[in-house]
């Protein structure tokens, strides 16, 4: 569902159409030294389908480069994190104890999960917006970050549910 006001998520990720280089841009405008080993990372930040966690984006940047360690990866993700330009996600922790990384899209948006199969996908709205915008100004905060997670049994497994013979 997309219009102006909402946007859903297909799949996991509702920017994973938005074009590559934003993270690189953002390195090089803060004088931050970008090594291949680190540009590696950050691509596959940026081009990540889905909620990742550090050893999923090692595995993937070791694909890349094969002298990537796990030190270069989980290094680059604190800088990053530092920077402000990639969040840290538990995702409701219905996938264990994991932590999730995603770089930002042009908008702040909330992670929608179901607490049965563990599908998460992403919701952008206005009013989402608006509310922070409220939150701001009612409360003088100059928010920097915002992570809401919502929790929930999705279409697919309320059906398996109703067609599930009584235990």
Known sequence: MSSSSHR???GERINVDQPTGK???ELRQRRIRLTSQRRVVVQVMESA???MDA????ELAHQIDPNITRVTVYRTLDMLKSQGLIDELDLLHLRGHRHYYESHGPRDHIHVACIRCGKVREFESELYEQLMAQISRDCGLEISIARTEVGGL???????SKSAPPA
């Open 154 to 160: 999705c279409a697919d497994c309320r059906a398996q």
């Open 23 to 25: 993270l690189q841009r």
């Open 55 to 58: 050893s999923e984006i090692f």
């Open 8 to 10: 859903v998520s297909e």
């Open 49 to 51: 389908p889905r909620h």
